[in-house]
T-cell receptor, first 114, second 113 residues
């Protein structure tokens, strides 16, 4: 079955520190991979997506993610955390033939300490 | 371009009632997907509509239904509401390609008492 696992429901970093949010997927077919961010009482905002072009994907707000097929991973990183990065982050996958359906991980809440 | 809009933003209903939620996609987008978000189950796919046809469906009971109009606006309906239907309902729109990025609206928060 196709699934997404985000390791760590809560991650806490200091302002200026590296942000690393982990995402692994399970699939027998090539996936399309996405990271979304959700601020309180808002919908989801796309950070970045992987669609089989470059394995290192750059997104908005300084975030990037690297697709590693051998590890079935798509971890999200940012070199230096900012207070405004505090939010919930979701990794999601979709597959050709499964139209319009995103499968989401359980989410990781990022706390940024001053 | 205006983003995805959802109405109403907040809704309170009682058990047994029915509710209709509305979603207006980004101009030019023909695909609309609906998701339910709860603290316990996370984000779960309900269904997707394209050109007024349901193309894909998640594992929800028949009480959850939807439709899409010729202008791509979509509605979802939940009949015989249960307490467990309390959730944030999100819709997302994308362009014609099935794997295009989905852009999400702000959601409708439904509380069932």
């Amino acid at each position: 079955a196709q699934s997404v696992t985000q390791l760590g429901s809560h991650v806490s970093v200091s302002e200026g520190a590296l942000v690393l949010l982990r995402c692994n997927y399970s699939s027998s077919v090539p996936p399309y991979l996405f990271w979304y961010v959700q601020y309180p009482n808002q919908g989801l905002q796309l950070l970045l997506k992987y669609t089989s072009a470059a394995t290192l994907v750059k997104g908005i707000n300084g975030f990037e993610a690297e697709f590693k097929k051998s590890e079935t991973s798509f971890h999200l990183t940012k070199p230096s955390a900012h207070m405004s990065d505090a939010a919930e982050y979701f990794c999601a996958v979709s597959f050709a033939g499964n139209t319009g359906k995103l499968i989401f991980g359980q989410g990781t809440t990022l706390q940024v300490k001053p | 371009k205006a983003g995805v809009t959802q109405t109403p933003r907040y809704l309170i209903k009682t058990r047994g009632q029915q509710v209709t939620l509305s979603c207006s996609p980004i101009s030019g987008h023909r695909s609309v997907s609906w998701y339910q978000q709860t603290p316990g189950q996370g984000l779960q796919f309900l269904f997707e509509y394209f050109s007024e046809t349901q193309r894909n469906k998640g594992n929800f009971p028949g009480r959850f239904s939807g439709r899409q109009f010729s202008n791509s606006r979509s509605e979802m309906n939940v009949s015989t509401l249960e307490l467990g239907d309390s959730a944030l309902y999100l819709c997302a729109s994308s362009s014609t390609s099935p794997q295009e990025t989905q852009y999400f609206g702000p959601g409708t928060r439904l509380l069932v008492l």
